[in-house]
């Protein structure tokens, strides 16, 4: 279903650390409200879109979304 | 190019492609857009064979590899070294 980049999609150079923002952002993934739900759930909702257009755009979604998880 | 330029390069030119995909999932009859996916798609395709030449592979299972087995080696996309700067600072 994927095929793994060893490359992002844009550039992330972080400059000043910052373990506080990071612990709170790593929450926003899990739980029924994370990127991760919300992922899969585009995934599921493209199965039962009616035009190829919608089709395409949600499992378009649905990828980007997990990409999210990948940049972190 | 270095391997930030050239990498700088290609995801550029991903970075559009995608976006000109994406828009063409909507707008299928857009010949405008059509011609530029195809030109970006092209140029990206040249540049990432040079990038995996030079540095190695970019997938697991769609690059070849020199002896030994390339695609275990450092740097990974979340290694501080991997990345670049956007702007000099």
Not at chain 1, 7 to 14: A, F, G, M, S, T
Not at chain 1, 30 to 44: F, K, T, V
Not at chain 1, 53 to 63: E, K, S, V
Not at chain 2, 12 to 28: G, I, R, S, W
């Amino acid at each position: 279903m994927w095929v793994y980049e060893k490359k992002l999609q844009y550039p992330v150079k972080i400059k000043k650390p910052n373990p506080k923002l990071a612990k709170y952002i790593i929450t926003q993934y899990g739980g029924p409200d994370g990127e991760l739900a919300a992922s899969l759930r585009y995934l599921s909702q493209r199965f039962s879109m009616v035009t190829p257009q919608a089709r395409a755009t949600l499992n378009d979604i649905g990828i980007s979304f997990s990409k999210l998880l990948t940049i972190k | 190019m270095n391997r930030h330029e050239i990498l700088k390069k290609l995801m550029e030119l991903d970075f559009v492609a995608v976006e000109l995909q994406l828009y063409l999932n909507t707008h299928p009859d857009c010949r405008e857009a059509l011609e530029k996916f195809n030109f970006v798609v092209a140029q990206a395709q040249m540049l990432r064979q040079e990038y995996e030449r030079k540095y190695g592979p970019l997938t697991s299972f769609r690059s070849p590899s020199v002896y030994p087995w390339q695609w275990i080696n450092n740097p990974w996309p979340w290694d501080y070294s991997f990345n670049f700067r956007t702007t000099e600072s």
